[in-house]
């Protein structure tokens, strides 16, 4: 799957008795040194060369201004993924790009289906620190249960009309090896996995992980172009309401 500040300065205060200074030493000046004065060549700049200074300020400055707007914008509003991974065939495949929400779970909470894109816990010895991108299945305080191939939240069979299919059947969902079939989530903590059950390392492999370390919602595929749409989110409607 899928990182200055500076004060201004203000111009130096002068003080009346500085100007004082300065007119008497002009008063004190003899016609001599007004003469030397007044044959003294003065450096003027060019109206071309000020203008050439004003431009290139003005691009730096625009410069500047858009590379801050951009920062702003991935660290607090929207960033966009790679999908390197098989795990969300044929949901999400690989070489795409999505659009992740960081915004809108501050006041719309995270639900079970969405897509998120995750740091994978620290003990997962193949993460790296690669963001990983999976499905939420099982919310706070749910049971999720793995039966004949089947998901179970809370004792119900979930339809999962998203999971890769070959020759339009979708495979079954297996435990990891020697791995656990039921979990409790806790609070704070979200069961996921891959849209591609067999291909993705989830919540079966390494357990729950904690909300803290979601990045965001991924709503919207935007590359290739013609894959370009907003991810549908399933609704569960076998499950009672929370």
């Known amino acids: 799957m ?17 100007a004082a200074v300065t007119d008497a030493a002009a008063t004190d000046a003899t016609p001599a040194d007004a003469a030397a004065t007044d044959a003294a060549p003065v450096a003027v700049a060019s109206p071309a060369r000020r203008s050439r200074r004003a431009g290139l300020l003005e691009i730096v400055e625009t410069l500047v201004l858009t590379v801050v707007i951009f920062l702003g914008i991935q660290a607090f509003i929207a960033q966009p993924y790679k999908v390197e991974q098989l795990s969300m065939e044929n949901t999400l495949q690989p070489e795409q790009f999505v659009l992740v929400d960081k915004l809108t779970p501050r006041w719309a909470p995270y639900e079970r289906g969405d897509i998120v894109v995750f740091n994978p816990p620290e003990t997962w010895a193949n993460a790296g620190r690669v963001p990983f991108i999976k499905r939420v299945i099982g919310m706070p305080g749910d049971r999720v249960e793995i039966r004949d191939g089947k998901v179970l939240v809370n004792d119900v069979a979930i339809d999962e009309p998203y999971l890769f299919a070959e020759n339009g059947r979708a495979e079954p969902t297996e435990p990891s090896p020697d791995g656990a079939v039921t979990w409790l989530v806790p609070h704070g903590d979200f069961f996921v996995m891959g849209d591609h059950r067999q291909a993705s390392a989830d919540s079966r492999a390494y357990g729950t992980i904690a909300i803290s370390d979601v990045i965001g919602r991924a709503w919207l595929r935007y590359w290739p172009l013609d894959t370009f749409g907003v991810l549908p989110a399933p609704t569960y409607a076998e499950l009672p309401a929370p």
């Open 2 to 18: 899928l990182e200055p500040s500076g004060a201004e300065a203000g111009p130096a205060d002068t003080h009346p008795a500085d």
